[in-house]
């Protein structure tokens, strides 16, 4: 089985600090790093780190962010593992106990269905994974909790920090290229797509330190176009029925030109 870390980069000085922190080579044949010559964004070029790494025989890829760092005692070898470890079908509570105690024809044992996983996802530590208002609010060092379980017909924000998948995933593993919401939305229509097929996505994969605080105002400014959308995208991808990669993401486009500021005609479009 071979597994590839795919890491998006555009600055060299980040970029030595993510080698000289989990203690790679730049010639390490486990990772991919995949940088962005032409500021092309982060989803376009995530978007080419796995196709590269699909069409270099990978069956297993990890995105992983430039900064985001091992924890205490973590090596590479073992994160990969632990994402490997997490890929594997999981059991998802899918018995509801509605009264305290247990009513009558509540099973005592078995609740749960195990299933295969889409993906894993790993949190982080340090600094959340905060959108800007939150961010403001809280600051970026704020505690932030997890809920580090499976997750089956509940839609969530995905995030594509510290992300886990197969190769057969493709297309649904493309991130999206809009600001902010780049993972978010990719993982709207990935979950669609997942949960209808007996899929659930798995939070308790490995966790990270994230170490780098990205600038909130310039982040206000990318989210701010999108905002009032994402209240509602993810309840049109659910009502819509299950669709091709390439239909969901027509079906979605904008009414309006302004509802994106990058690409004027289109809103969900991770090729370009």
Excluded at 153 to 166: I, K, T, V
Excluded at 173 to 195: E, H, M, N, S, T
Excluded at 209 to 235: F, G, K, M, P, Y
Aim: hydrophobic share 40%.
């Amino acid at each position: 089985m071979k597994t590839i870390v795919v890491v998006p980069w555009h600055n060299r000085t980040q970029l030595d600090l993510f080698v000289d922190a989990w203690k790679v080579s730049f010639s390490d044949e486990r990772i991919l790093f995949q940088q962005d010559r032409d500021r092309r964004g982060c989803a376009l070029t995530k978007n080419a780190g796995i196709r590269r790494a699909i069409d270099d025989g990978a069956e297993i890829l990890i995105v992983l962010d430039d900064d985001c760092f091992p924890t205490e005692g973590q090596t590479l070898d073992s994160f990969i593992r632990d994402h490997e470890a997490a890929l594997n079908p999981q059991p998802v509570e899918m018995f509801e106990v509605v009264t305290d105690p247990p009513s009558r024809g509540t099973p005592y044992f078995n609740r749960t269905i195990t299933m295969p996983v889409a993906a894993s996802m790993g949190f982080w530590s340090e600094i959340g994974d905060y959108d800007a208002p939150a961010q403001l609010v809280h600051g970026a060092r704020h505690p932030m909790t997890f809920s580090r379980k499976t997750m089956h017909w509940r839609y969530f924000p995905l995030c594509g920090m510290n992300l886990a998948f197969r190769a057969t995933e493709w297309p649904w593993c493309q991130f999206i290229d809009v600001p902010r919401f780049d993972d978010i939305w990719q993982g709207f229509l990935w979950q669609r797509k997942a949960f209808t097929q007996g899929q659930c996505f798995n939070l308790a994969g490995p966790i990270v330190r994230h170490s780098r605080q990205s600038n909130v105002w310039a982040n206000l400014r990318d989210e701010a176009v999108n905002l009032e959308r994402n209240e509602t995208i993810w309840t049109d991808i659910h009502k819509l029925p299950m669709l091709e990669h390439g239909e969901f993401m027509a079906a979605l486009k904008p009414s309006s030109p302004a509802s994106s500021a990058r690409h004027p005609d289109t809103v969900l479009d991770p090729s370009q």
